[in-house]
């Protein structure tokens, strides 16, 4: 059974930083792209930010570049996502996903649904 432990997340001030991880147990395959979309009250799902587990290519929405640092450990099957100078419209409920693709497969995926989805974890900025 694939599972997606995700942890992190908080309460933090504009400007401040915090870091979301994503363990993933379960998998049968070793190429896949994992990384998080956000969904704030009101807003469609945006996809944030995703690594490859092969070439470790990464994407970034617009909104998040610059600021946010995606990174994986392999042998640990974990994907972190450091977030700094956070602004209050990085308001939002994280998710943490896996497609067996590459970053674009998981990018499209946003669309339909992700193969392996962890639970949301909120993260708020104050202003």
């Known amino acids: 059974e694939v599972q997606l432990q995700a942890s992190g997340g908080g309460l933090v001030q504009a400007g401040g930083s915090l870091r979301l991880s994503c363990a993933a147990s379960?998998?049968?395959?070793?190429?896949?792209?994992i990384g998080w979309f956000r969904q704030a009250p009101g807003k469609e799902r945006e996809a944030v930010s995703c690594?490859?587990?092969?070439?470790?290519?990464?994407y970034y929405a617009d909104s998040v570049k610059g600021r946010f640092t995606i990174s994986i450990d392999n042998a640990k099957r974990t994907a972190y996502l450091q977030m700094n100078s956070l602004k209050p419209e990085d308001t939002a409920v994280y998710y943490c996903?896996?497609?067996?693709?590459?970053?674009?497969?998981?990018?499209?995926?946003?669309?339909?649904?992700?193969?392996?989805r962890g639970q949301g974890t909120q993260v708020t900025v104050s202003s």
């Open positions: 690594i490859s587990s092969s070439d470790l290519s990464t």
């Open positions: 379960g998998l049968s395959f070793d190429d896949y792209a």
């Open positions: 996903a896996v497609e067996e693709s590459t970053i674009w497969g998981w990018v499209n995926a946003l669309r339909y649904e992700y193969e392996y």
